[in-house]
């Protein structure tokens, strides 16, 4: 079984900072992509960044220049540094995986539960 736990939302002030953690754990063989997706109340989900096993990223125009995504492959953990946070940026932050499990040796793709981040004065 394969979970991924998010960490570090909460409130911040507008161009304040905020920094995502997102943890996988439980029977993984390996990961390849690792990503950060948000959510905004009555839009649809939108991808944020990405990350290859390898390093290398990409990022929605949006938050181009103001959040960097990076990971640490031995702690299987994807980060988020977000800073110059605007209002726009207040939604739910979702990370995500492909994994290939210890246990069916099948790639899938996996979520975590959701961490809120709120820009407001």
């Known amino acids: 079984q394969v979970q991924l736990v998010e960490s570090g939302g909460g409130l911040v002030q507008p161009g304040g900072s905020l920094r995502l953690s997102c943890a996988a754990s439980?029977?993984?063989?390996?990961?390849?992509?690792m990503g950060w997706y948000r959510q905004a109340p009555g839009k649809q989900r939108e991808l944020v960044a990405t990350?290859?096993?390898?390093?290398?990223?990409n990022y929605v125009d949006s938050v181009k220049g103001r959040f960097t995504i990076s990971r640490d492959n031995a702690k299987k953990t994807v980060y988020l540094q977000m800073n110059s946070l605007k209002p726009e940026d207040t939604a739910v932050y979702y990370c995500?995986?492909?994994?290939?499990?210890?246990?069916?040796?099948?790639?899938?793709?996996?979520w975590g539960q959701g961490t809120q981040v709120t820009v407001s004065s």
């Open positions: 439980g029977s993984i063989f390996s990961i390849r992509a």
């Open positions: 990350i290859t096993s390898g390093g290398s990223t």
């Open positions: 995500n995986a492909e994994v290939r499990p210890t246990t069916t040796g099948i790639w899938g793709v996996y």
